[in-house]
Structure formats: structure tokens, C-alpha cells
């Protein structure tokens, strides 16, 4: 990747200095060009004994770098697994019409609105589910801004358990998700 990154530096650049990239965009490119190299520094060791000497280089710390990000990626997976109950899960994703996705390009703020509306489209799935019982699903939401073409594409990926906690925190099964009800429900929110 970052071969790929430093062939096309310039392209960068100039997007940068137009305005057609965001300002963060050139920062971790260029943070992560200096990944654990001598450029963001480094700490050397030396045996007093030996005269050997070994130099640890300092990493960008940037979610875009493809050594520091995977360990980010970790620690948040590690986390999300402590916090997940044991219960089966399901994985959902809701996107948006190619139409709107160039609003939400130009305004970063409405990315909020799509975790509002995921938000209330399980919300109304768990009072559709209860009727007259309080319930509530457990989930994990993770936003991503690109498909797998690399076209600007925000969609949000939705970890669900497959049960719902009542307001005495206990645990119902629920295996079932109507896929018409989603969709119209996430399309009306």
C-alpha cells in the first residue's frame, strides 16, 4: 500500500492544494508514509558490554496506516467481544441510494442521521416484536465511508444479538428478522 501511496503522492498533493480532498486525507497519507521510519523518529538501544546497538523507529499512530491501524482494529475488536453477549449474533448492513450519498459527501454531519435512523429502525423492531412488553436489542454499529470499489459509499454494519432484554434484563430469543420490515422501517427513518 504504501508503494501504491508514494506512486500517486502528487495526485494527492494537488487535491489537496484544490480543495477536493478533505484536510485530514494528506495528514495520515503522509503519516503513514513515515510509519516506522527514521523521519517520525526513533529509540536507540546500545549494550555497554558490546558496543551493538539496535534502533526501535516511532509509528504514526493512525488509523489509516496499515501496521498501526490493524492494531487499533484489534484492541476495538477485543472490546466489542467483551462487551457482546454469549448469545448467537447476526450481521446486518443499511446503506443508502447512490442519490444521497453525494449529500452526506458534502456534509459530514449527516452521517449522525444514519446511525439515528438504524437506531430507530431496531427500536421499532423490538416494540413491533413486544407489543406490550418493553424490549430492547443489544448491537454493535460500525460506520464505513467506502465500498469495496472504493466509490464513496456510507454504509453502516450492524453486529445484532439474537435476543432481546426485557426491562428486568432478561434475555428472549429472537431469531427472526423480517426483512421487509427492516427495510421499509430504515427507508421511513
Known sequence: IKHILWKHYDTVVKWDSTGKARPCVLDNIQKSLLCNTVYLGYDLFECSLCDNYNLVYHHCHSRFCTSCG?????????????????????????????????????????????????????????????????????????????????????????????CVIDKNCNQVSHTHFHYEQLRKSFQKS
Open 70 to 162: 490493524t492494531k487499533n482494529q484489534k484492541i476495538l475488536a477485543s472490546k466489542a467481544q467483551y462487551m457482546c453477549l454469549d448469545v448467537p449474533h447476526r450481521h446486518i448492513v443499511f446503506t443508502i441510494p447512490k442519490e444521497l450519498r453525494k449529500y452526506i459527501q458534502k456534509d459530514r454531519s449527516l452521517i449522525d442521521c444514519l446511525f439515528d435512523a438504524v437506531n430507530n429502525t431496531l427500536t421499532f423492531m423490538a416494540y413491533k416484536r413486544s407489543k406490550h412488553k418493553k424490549y430492547k436489542f443489544g448491537f454493535i454499529c460500525t460506520l464505513h465511508t467506502f465500498g469495496r470499489d472504493l466509490k464513496f459509499n456510507p454504509h453502516i454494519h450492524v453486529l445484532i444479538a439474537e
